[in-house]
């Protein structure tokens, strides 16, 4: 199986982003959209899932999605900045069966950054 982790870290705090509600969908050529799995970070951060991923699938994509708006709001109270920008989408493909994709990100209240890690 490939295993997709992630590490969050909140720029307002400069700590990980402990509890960030992330999902992952599987995304098809006609731009339908599956849930693969949603998961809250754990105490460091960090997201790791195990993903079913055929080398036949007929999903091409993947969009990582990280809900920044709803965690600034519930850890920082910050419902008052960038209410546009509820979420960060991070879309990739996962060719390997076998491999590990790790894709860190760094959020704050108007911007984020993401990296591809191997």
Do not use: C
Request: proline share 3%.
């Amino acid at each position: 199986m490939t295993k997709l982790t992630s590490h969050v870290l909140d720029a307002v705090a400069g700590q990980s982003a402990v509890g960030i509600r992330v999902a992952l969908y599987a995304v098809y050529p006609d731009n339908d959209r599956e849930l693969v799995f949603e998961a809250r970070s754990d105490e460091e951060g960090r997201i790791a899932q195990e993903v079913a991923v055929s080398n036949q699938s007929d999903a091409a994509e993947y969009e990582l999605v990280f809900y920044g708006y709803e965690y600034l709001v519930a850890k920082h109270g910050l419902e008052h900045v960038n209410q546009n920008m509820q979420t960060s989408v991070v879309r990739f493909t996962m060719a390997s069966r076998e491999q590990r994709y790790h894709i860190p990100l760094v959020l704050s209240p108007h911007s984020y950054t993401v990296w591809w890690s191997e």
